[in-house]
């Protein structure tokens, strides 16, 4: 369902705005599925006291079709659960996550990779199988952000983007009130987080174009912030699981 034009300026494009999550959010999957490419940086930062706790940013090529979801990443990783401190590699397909490990944690000489699931029983898939799921939403994260609660579109308004014309759209989410998603709600609202205000941006073809959120702590003490910026929709990318003779064997 298409918004009402509105118009950006004299002389300048008119783009159209939604005025309700569901037309935005149907216009964004309607360009997923006709696009069905997207490339693009992300970045992720917890802190805790004024000091960073767990920080990632990387690069990423996702491809979204019939079989699912589909991702290339480069990541730089500091602290976290995982204990991948340092630059990695992950393919992640719709059934397996590839994680390339830094030469020192390598687990066989000559095979830098490893291989997860998303409910395997091997130490590398309990640490790193539940990151399959939040790289397959990456390629949306307006959908899985609002699935946290209810959702509103709190304003509007025309803000280009690098020189693209584009709309901002400032969300609203509800954490108390109709989440599709019981462990993202239940995550912030144990923090005592009742509300989240993502920020998105879209162009002229309802392309997704950034997305930021930052969430604190009702006490000050910790801060959590997301970003992601997309481009290259649509353009040809090589997502491919690596050769089986750089896979290692992970012990049970």
Known sequence: MQGVPA???????????????????????????????????????????????TEITGEAANRIDSAGTSAKISIRQTGGPTDLDGNFDAVALPTEFYVKLPPAQAIEPGKPWVRATPNGTDPVSKAMGPALAQI????????????????????????????????????????????KDASTS?????????????????????????????????????????????RAWGEPVDITPPPADQVATVPG
């Open 7 to 53: 118009p950006v300026g004299a002389g300048g494009p008119v783009l159209a705005k939604y005025s309700t999550i569901e037309q935005l959010s149907t216009a964004i999957a309607a360009r997923v599925t006709k696009d069905k490419t997207v490339q693009g940086t992300f970045s992720t930062k917890l802190t805790r006291g004024g000091t960073a706790q």
């Open 136 to 179: 397959q939403d990456a390629s949306d994260p307006l959908d899985n952000v609002t699935d946290a609660g209810e959702t509103t579109i709190a304003g509007s308004t025309d803000e280009a983007l690098d020189g693209t014309p584009a709309v901002r759209y400032d969300l609203r989410i509800d954490l108390t009130k109709g989440a």
């Open 186 to 230: 239940e995550t912030f609202t144990k923090l005592g987080v009742r509300t989240l205000e993502p920020i998105v941006w879209l162009d002229g073809q309802d392309r997704l174009l950034r997305f930021e959120l930052t969430v604190r702590s009702p006490s000050g003490v910790s801060t959590l912030e997301v970003s992601a910026r997309y």
